[in-house]
């Protein structure tokens, strides 16, 4: 373990650190330095319903807010020292994540599996009670048998998560993340989708969904519970309609 994590160093990242009120949660992002997760801290930020956000991660995220808590964590084969910083917490939004061939495979492995179990582990330890939304992708397969390793190792991790012992799991399982604002793509697959995007959408409207969006639906399934829709699974068709009713009550964001 690093002296990174192993101080877990804990700081509010604004002066006068927002206490929130009776009815407001305390929510959890990991993996805000990224594309979702950044995205997911922005939204929850600015979410009336959330009082306090913490976000773990091993970089700093570079804002400071009111009721942004940073906490960075360096080695997430352990999550042992986090156990007090996710103490009290209402829910986690589950973020964290790479991509193939960014990596070689045993590390997609620990990266999709052995890190979300164990950060699961440590967040039940200490909010048994907390709602725990998870980023895995389109093709997510529990039983094991799928040829593509991706959706093998996400499906691994939706199996243990729904295990763990929390009230509500909600697995979200997009297609194609739109990346709104241009990034490096993490491999050649996504360049050509981005390319294309324009086309794809039209032709394949459930086959695509904003980041933005995408976040702004897990955020707010997290804090504030998923309506009718029952899950744990959400697919792209259900990711829109989520947002839908989300523009419906705080008004409309950007398009799909
Ligand atoms: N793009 C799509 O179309 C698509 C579709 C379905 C599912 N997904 C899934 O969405 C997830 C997130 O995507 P994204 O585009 O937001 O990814 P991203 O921009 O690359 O962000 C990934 C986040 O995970 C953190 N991370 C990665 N490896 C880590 C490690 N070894 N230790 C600690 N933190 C680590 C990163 O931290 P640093 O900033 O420190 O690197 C960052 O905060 C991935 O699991 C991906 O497979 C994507």
């Not at 101080?7 to 006068?16: D, F, K, N, P």
């Not at 976000?55 to 804002?63: F, H, L, M, P, T």
Request: aromatic fraction near 8%; glycine fraction near 8%; include cysteine.
């Amino acid at each position: 373990m690093t002296a990174i994590s192993q101080l877990a160093t804990t700081r509010a990242t604004g002066s006068g650190m927002n206490v929130p009120t009776a009815d407001q949660k305390r929510l959890v992002i990991v993996g805000a330095t990224g594309m979702l997760g950044g995205y997911a801290l922005r939204y929850a930020l600015e979410h009336p319903t959330v009082g306090q956000v913490t976000a773990i991660g091993r970089r700093k995220i570079g804002i400071s807010h009111p009721k942004l808590n940073e906490v960075l964590h360096s080695d997430f084969t352990d999550c042992s020292a986090l156990a007090e910083a996710l103490s009290r917490q209402d829910a986690a939004v589950f973020c964290l994540g790479t991509y193939t061939g960014v990596v070689p495979d045993a590390e997609l492995r620990t990266i999709t599996v052995d890190y979300t179990i164990e950060f699961a582990r440590v967040l039940h330890g200490s909010s048994p009670e907390a709602t725990f939304a998870f980023l895995s992708g389109s093709g997510a397969d529990p039983t094991g048998r799928s040829r593509m390793a991706y959706a093998r190792y996400k499906g691994e991790a939706e199996k243990a998560l729904l295990a763990a012992g929390f009230p509500d799991v909600y697995l979200f399982r997009p297609a194609y993340i739109y990346p709104v604002e241009p990034r490096r793509e993490p491999n050649l697959s996504y360049r050509l989708l981005r390319a294309i995007y324009p086309a794809f959408r039209i032709l394949f409207p459930n086959q695509v969904i904003r980041a933005d969006n995408l976040a702004r639906a897990m955020v707010d399934v997290a804090v504030c519970g998923t309506g009718e829709r029952r899950g744990p699974i959400f697919e792209n068709p259900d990711i829109r309609a989520m947002v839908e009713s989300v523009d419906a009550r705080t008004g409309p964001r950007s398009s799909t």
